[in-house]
């Protein structure tokens, strides 16, 4: 068996990513009759905080008959320097994948070359492909496929977002970024993008007609400090309801959560008839079961 590794989006072909959609919305259907993961480990390294991401991966374990190992840099030598090879080694012989969630792409993408078994990268600065294939699984579902779509995205250029770029490349959509100048996704990744994705200036200009409209909050973790000059860059660019009438009127809303409310989405849009916000929260328990299965089973 071939070890996969899964850092970002393009790690998988687009049918490969297609198949895992489908994958998991049987899951979805059958939440505890499939155990094949018995006897299988998963080692979660936790060194940023998490409700979803913690949840869903060690729920998801249990579902599927295997064990998770939360580890968290207090606990291990990583937070006392032991190298990232090292710790990657010796992971890669007592389990069966490890999930990382960090503030280095780098580091984990180092991490990932040192270990022997599959690495899921469960956020970091640049990426949080898992996130995606929960909020690809939710338009799925709902519209019967993304491919075609136009989807808006209202904020902040991060991590996610660089993630809904990579998407748009590998499932067939395009998308609409509206930030502030200077808050764009990566340069790269636009550029791995291509013409997919879009940079513009005004929030309606992204959602007119888009079929959903996405946003995150203004400031992730780690920018806490910027928070005050970031309320200020993105003034304006709050998804509102007179905004989510720009769209089509089947568009739909989603956001990865925590949310501010006030902030980069109004109370009435995320907790409206619009929202699918809490059906994507749920489908990263489901999507990441899928990406499990098939990490960890031969192919």
Not at 20 to 38: C, M, S, T, W
Not at 93 to 112: C, T
Not at 138 to 162: K, M, P, Y
Not at 199 to 204: A, D, F, M, N, S
């Amino acid at each position: 068996m071939t070890k996969r590794d899964f850092l970002t989006l393009l790690d998988f072909t687009g049918p490969e990513l297609d198949a895992l959609i489908q994958r998991a919305i049987e899951l979805k259907r059958d939440r505890h009759g499939h155990r094949p993961l018995v006897g299988r480990t998963l080692a979660m390294i936790f060194e940023k905080s998490s409700t979803r991401t913690r949840v869903s991966f060690e729920a998801g374990m249990a579902q599927l008959g295997g064990d998770a190992l939360f580890l968290s840099p207090r606990d291990t030598q990583l937070g006392r320097g032991e190298p990232i090879e090292d710790t990657a080694r010796v992971l890669g012989g007592m389990v069966d994948a490890v999930m990382i969630r960090n503030d280095d792409q780098q580091a984990l993408e180092r991490f990932a070359a040192a270990c022997d078994v599959p690495v899921i990268n469960a956020l970091s600065d640049r990426f949080h492909p898992c996130q995606l294939l929960a909020d690809v699984q939710t338009l799925v579902e709902h519209f019967g496929s993304v491919r075609g779509r136009r989807i808006a995205w209202v904020g902040d250029g991060n991590n996610v977002c660089n993630s809904f770029a990579l998407a748009a490349r590998q499932f067939g959509f395009t998308l609409s970024v509206a930030c502030p100048e200077g808050f764009e996704p990566d340069a790269d990744v636009l550029e791995q993008a291509g013409d997919c994705v879009q940079i513009v200036r005004e929030p309606g200009a992204a959602t007119a007609g888009a079929d959903a409209v996405v946003t995150d909050v203004w400031a992730s973790m780690g920018q806490e400090s910027e928070q005050t000059s970031r309320v200020a860059a993105f003034a304006g660019y709050q998804v509102d309801e007179a905004l989510m009438q720009q769209a089509a009127e089947h568009a739909v809303f989603l956001h990865c959560l925590p949310a501010h409310r006030g902030e980069e989405v109004a109370a009435g849009v995320i907790d409206g008839p619009r929202s699918l916000v809490w059906d994507e929260a749920e489908n990263r328990l489901h999507a990441q079961k899928a990406l499990l299965e098939f990490l960890m089973l031969p192919q």
